[in-house]
């Protein structure tokens, strides 16, 4: 599937943002008053902004609201319901500590319910499509959420906490390469499965000279010949370095560096998230 | 709204013999054609006439070489549009209910006023049976040419998909799949009509012939018999004789 930039923006900067509000609603750390604002400025930004790039991968984006409309079927429309609801609460929850108020306790635990439920939709609306094997199980959403949850406690400084997160998801993120490898190879069709015909199929021509919409979105091939480097850059940057700079003698800076590194190798891995998926309709186009 | 109907009364669509298509692209021409002159956005192109033109269309036909265990290799011609599944992935996914299933006769439609062009059932289709619109950015497929097929102001003979009525080998079939006394359906059950993926379970409602078994042995002597008809008879007969008088 076609990294799209704004998608792999959306995604990773959202997953950071509500991370970061998962830690903050739950008191960790317990910030108030001119600490609160900065922390939850920097999660705002990350998560709303996230969820505002998502619109620019609409093709009308004037009509995004309509997306709220079929939350019985779609994880698309469940992720915008779950979005409004993690920002309003947490802005609930928020809005008395700015003033050195109350911590409303039951709130800060429903927003950060909703936070990780906004990322569970984002992985399920990937994980619901059949047609791209890759995607299509029970660990898509978890990887989503272990991400943010990482990342979150990276953000808020939970250091023990951060280096547990870290070696536990760099674990499940192999596993989780090499088991959608073993499904891919299981689950996806074959040329003969595509088009009913018996014996040795080749494409023989495609339908047309050029690219079209499907070639374009679907059938990404770019990522194939690096993958197994890129996974290596990506557990790098993501989970080992932040891990070994965490170790040292804590310093702010070393914190900033260690944030920087996670969400680099994010991106990475993300990138490769979209750009490693198969999607079954190469098989028409001999792929 | 997004959740498929439970059952349609009718189940429209096609059937397409692998047997006989040529791959001359005809439907192909006929559908753009149709779906941009009438019902909905038109079927745009970008930079047409440019180095890379893109466009929208809402059927593609691909040919494939298929080489049986023994006997020599064929080339087999393969349309690909929508095929209007029961179980369609395409439809529970759109988060507007701009996508829908027709209760009554089970065609897939989209509603362009109500598309955000997210490109989600795009994703969810296993055939890439649906296409962006470059210009309009709103989601694009076959509709069976709904605006054909319950025309009135048409002949009767015109009210099939542009696609079926063009097809100039009779590739092509249109017909209720959900009716087992229907022409489609006996031609489906007598030919051995099979379903493109079928692991996928989307239930297609369209189905493909496939190509008949060919004769085993070709007779390697054949190009070597003599001619049935040397001589020419008739108004060519008459030409050749006239022709030869002339000097």
């Not at chain 2, 009210?159 to 022409?183: I, M, N, Q, Y």
């Not at chain 2, 006996?186 to 369209?206: A, H, I, Y």
Request: with cysteine.
């Amino acid at each position: 599937m076609k990294p799209a930039a704004s998608l792999l923006a959306f995604t990773t900067l959202s997953g950071l943002g509500l991370g970061l509000l998962v830690f903050l609603s739950l008191g960790l750390p317990p910030v108030s008053g001119w600490g609160a604002f900065a922390f939850f400025a920097i999660s705002f930004l990350l998560a709303g902004g996230g969820l505002s790039i998502s619109a620019l991968h609409l093709g009308r984006p004037e009509r995004a609201l309509k997306a709220f409309r079929e939350w019985r079927t779609s994880w698309l429309s469940r992720e915008a319901w779950a979005s409004v609801t993690a920002l309003g609460l947490t802005g609930l929850y928020a809005l008395p500590l700015l003033f050195d108020g109350p911590r409303l306790w039951p709130i800060g635990i429903l927003a950060a319910a909703a936070c990780i439920a906004t990322v569970m939709c984002t992985g399920s609306i990937y994980a619901a499509l059949r047609a791209v094997p890759r995607w299509h199980h029970w660990s898509t959403p978890a990887m989503f959420v272990a991400y943010a949850v990482t990342g979150g406690a990276l953000l808020a400084g939970q250091v023990t906490m951060a280096m547990a997160l870290l070696a536990a998801t760099g674990i499940a993120q192999f596993l989780a390469w090499r088991t959608g490898d073993a499904r891919v190879a299981r689950r996806f069709g074959t040329r003969n499965t595509a088009t009913g015909l018996h014996g040795h199929v080749r494409l023989f021509e495609r339908p047309h000279t050029g690219e079209n919409y499907v070639t374009e979105e679907m059938v990404f091939v770019v990522a194939r010949k690096h993958a197994t480097k890129l996974r290596s850059i990506a557990l790098v940057l993501a989970f080992a370095l932040p891990l070994v700079l965490l170790a040292l003698p804590f310093s702010h800076l070393l914190g900033v560096a260690a944030v920087l590194s996670h969400a680099a190798g994010v991106v990475v891995a993300r990138w490769l998230f979209f750009a490693e998926a198969e999607h079954v309709v190469g098989l028409y186009y001999g792929r | 709204m997004t959740d498929l109907p439970e059952t349609t009364e009718r189940k429209l669509g096609l059937v397409i013999d692998l047997d006989i298509c040529v791959g001359c692209h005809a439907c192909v021409t006929a559908c753009k054609g149709w779906n941009t002159e009438n019902y909905g956005a038109p079927l745009a192109d970008d930079d047409a006439y440019g180095e890379e033109p893109v466009g929208a269309f809402l059927n593609r036909v691909h040919s494939f070489e298929v080489t049986p265990e023994s006997g020599p290799a064929q080339l087999v011609h393969f349309p690909r549009s929508c095929l209007h599944c029961d179980d369609a992935p395409c439809v529970t996914v759109c988060p507007t209910g701009a996508s829908w299933k027709r209760a009554e006769d089970g065609i897939v439609l989209v509603n362009e006023d109500e598309c955000i062009g997210c490109g989600l059932c795009a994703w969810a289709c296993p055939y890439g049976a649906r296409e962006m619109d470059p210009s309009a950015q709103v989601m694009k497929k076959c509709t069976l040419c709904v605006d054909r097929i319950d025309n009135e102001n048409l002949d009767p003979i015109d009210r099939e998909p542009a696609c079926v009525r063009t097809c100039p080998t009779g590739a092509r079939h249109f017909g209720d799949l959900g009716d087992p006394e229907s022409a489609v359906s006996q031609l489906v059950e007598e030919r051995g009509g099979m379903d493109l993926m079928p692991e996928q379970g989307t239930k297609p409602v369209n189905k493909y012939l496939p190509p008949r078994p060919k004769d085993e042995e070709i007779d390697v002597l054949a190009p070597l018999l003599a001619p049935v008809a040397d001589e020419p008879r008739g108004f060519l007969g008459w030409l050749d004789k006239a022709l030869e008088r002339m000097g």
